[in-house]
């Protein structure tokens, strides 16, 4: 998953603001150094890349859920609002 993210140019934006979220250091992260952060994190409790990016789109998703199914027109939407639950 990491692969697939990390070689898409709509996550770029995304790959940035993680990097300058979680690097703590000084300076500038050399490309090894980002590499290894987007794989396993910044250090203990910290996410990797792919669950902090599944975490950013559920969040978005949740609080707008039609962004992301903008085809699909669905013929009971409060139905499928209230399956949802508590978010």
């Known amino acids: 998953m990491l692969y697939v993210l990390t070689n898409l140019t709509e996550v770029d934006d995304y790959i940035r603001k ?7 250091s000084r300076g500038v992260p050399t ?4 590499e290894n952060i987007l794989q396993n994190g910044a250090g203990r409790d910290h996410p990797n890349f792919v669950s902090w990016f599944c975490k950013k789109a559920y969040n978005a998703m949740a609080k707008d859920w039609s962004l992301f199914l903008p085809s699909i027109r669905l013929r009971q939407p409060l139905v499928f609002i209230a399956s949802l639950g508590e978010v």
């Open 18 to 24: 993680f990097i300058d979220e979680e690097w703590t």
């Open 31 to 34: 490309r090894q150094q980002q």
